[in-house]
């Protein structure tokens, strides 16, 4: 149609963005390790963080395999996830935990829409999506299970974390 995107630089912007997401996934855990390490959500944190490690590597094979650069904003990401994730965590693993749960929400909503947008070209990039689309969910539902719905200023956390996520997208999309 006439104003779509060509499919080529569709396919960018999704490696891209997801990249980057995953990628500040992982920094986000490392962060909230950091600060909760000894404690007993920490198991869940590191296996979360795991299955965020192993989504990143999926991607980083795609990248070059597609010739397609990661976002220039990726050192933004490295501090500001860790940032993101060690702030949340010194605010107790409940707030650590509501962090997971707005992240989470977004990519869900995120991974969704582009697998409608794949249809069914690009099976390959469509299938990954949807796996860790399930898994992100499997993450929301962890952090849900460790108190997350009981944090201090819960509401107002979810939904600053929710609005920097979007724009985050919005930005590795383009950048």
Known sequence: MPGDMPRGKLIERILRVDHAGEFGAVRIYEGQLAVLGRRPEAEAIREMA???REHLA???QLLPARRVRPTLLHPLWRTAGFALGAAT??????????????VEEVIDEHYAKQVEALGDDEPEIRELCEQYRED??????????????????????????????????WLSERL
């Open 89 to 102: 965590a010194l605010l107790g693993p409940r707030a650590a935990m509501a962090c997971t749960v707005a």
């Open 50 to 52: 795991e299955k965020e």
């Open 136 to 169: 992100e969910l499997e993450h929301r539902d962890t952090a849900l299970a460790h108190g997350a719905a009981d944090a201090p200023a819960g509401r107002l956390l979810t939904n600053v974390i929710k609005a920097s996520t979007r724009t985050a997208i």
């Open 58 to 60: 999926g991607f980083e």
